[in-house]
T-cell receptor
Framework: ETGVTQTPRHLVMGMTNKKSLKCEQH?????MYWYKQSAKKPLELMFV???????ENNSVPSRFSPECPNSSHLFLHLHTLQPEDSALYLC??????????????FGPGTRLTVT | GESVGLHLPTLSVQEGDNSIINCAYS??????FIWYKQESGKGPQFIID?????DKRQGQRVTVLLNKTVKHLSLQIAATQPGDSAVYFC???????????????FGKGTHLIIQP
C-alpha cells in the first residue's frame, strides 16, 4: 500500500450506532488531519495531530472523537451522529518541519451516510 | 473566520485550450498556498504549491500565479486534456509560530469541464 489509505470507503450507520473510521499513512509523515467534505461546501478542517499529539480541534461536536495511537494511524470514532453529519470524511498527512509548511496528502475518503 | 474563495463554480474549456482557474483569498497573513484536483470518488490530489515569497511557480503543464497586492491566486493549465476534468480547489495557510502542523483553509472549488 502506498500513500494514504482509509477504511471503510463507504459506511451507513444509524443515529444510535458507534463506528470508527480508520486512516493509515505510508509516507513517513509526522502530522495527520481529519477533514469533512459536505456537498456544496468547502472542505472543513476537523482535527490536527502532530507527533501523535492533538494540536487543533476545530470546534467539532463531541460526537466525533479522534485518536492517533502512532504517527501512521489515525481514527475517528463516531457516536450518536445526526443526519447532517453525512459527508465525505477525508484523512490527510504531511511532513512538518519547524517554521515551514508542506503539502498535505489526502486519502480517498470515507463516504458516511447517517440514517 | 476568513476563508479562501473561488470566482466560478464551473469552467468549461475546449480540449487543447489553456485553462485559468482563479481564487481570491482574504487573509493577508497567509504565506502558503496549494492547488488541489479532486476527481469524482477520490480524495484531493496535490497539484502545485507556492509560498508568499514567490509570485510564480511552474510545474508540468501547470503554473500558479500569486498576486499578494490583490490577494489573488490562479492556476493555469496548458493544453487541457480530458483527464484534467475535475474539481479544483485552492487552499491557504499561515505558518504557525515556531513551526508545526496546521490545517488548510479551502475554497469552494471550480468544476473544470473539458469539451471535446
Amino acid at each position: 500500500e502506498t500513500g494514504v489509505t482509509q477504511t471503510p470507503r463507504h459506511l451507513v450507520m444509524g443515529m444510535t450506532n458507534k463506528k470508527s473510521l480508520k486512516c493509515e499513512q505510508h509516507l513517513g509523515h509526522n502530522a495527520m488531519y481529519w477533514y469533512k467534505q459536505s456537498a456544496k461546501k468547502p472542505l472543513e478542517l476537523m482535527f490536527v495531530y502532530s507527533l501523535e499529539e492533538r494540536v487543533e480541534n476545530n470546534s467539532v461536536p463531541s460526537r466525533f472523537s479522534p485518536e492517533c495511537p502512532n504517527s501512521s494511524h489515525l481514527f475517528l470514532h463516531l457516536h450518536t451522529l445526526q443526519p447532517e453529519d453525512s459527508a465525505l470524511y477525508l484523512c490527510a498527512s504531511s511532513q512538518e518541519n519547524t517554521g515551514e509548511l508542506y503539502e498535505q496528502y489526502f486519502g480517498p475518503g470515507t463516504r458516511l451516510t447517517v440514517t | 473566520g476568513e476563508s479562501v474563495g473561488l470566482h466560478l463554480p464551473t469552467l468549461s474549456v475546449q480540449e487543447g485550450d489553456n485553462s485559468i482557474i482563479n481564487c481570491a483569498y482574504s487573509n493577508s497573513a497567509s504565506d502558503y498556498f496549494i492547488w488541489y484536483k479532486q476527481e469524482s470518488g477520490k480524495g484531493p490530489q496535490f497539484i502545485i504549491d507556492i509560498r508568499s515569497n514567490m509570485d510564480k511557480r511552474q510545474g508540468q503543464r501547470v503554473t500558479v500565479l500569486l498576486n499578494k497586492t490583490v490577494k489573488h491566486l490562479s492556476l493555469q493549465i496548458a493544453a487541457t486534456q480530458p483527464g484534467d476534468s475535475a474539481v479544483y480547489f485552492c487552499a491557504e495557510n499561515i505558518s504557525p509560530p515556531g513551526g508545526g502542523a496546521d490545517g488548510l483553509t479551502f475554497g469552494k472549488g471550480t468544476h473544470l469541464i473539458i469539451q471535446p
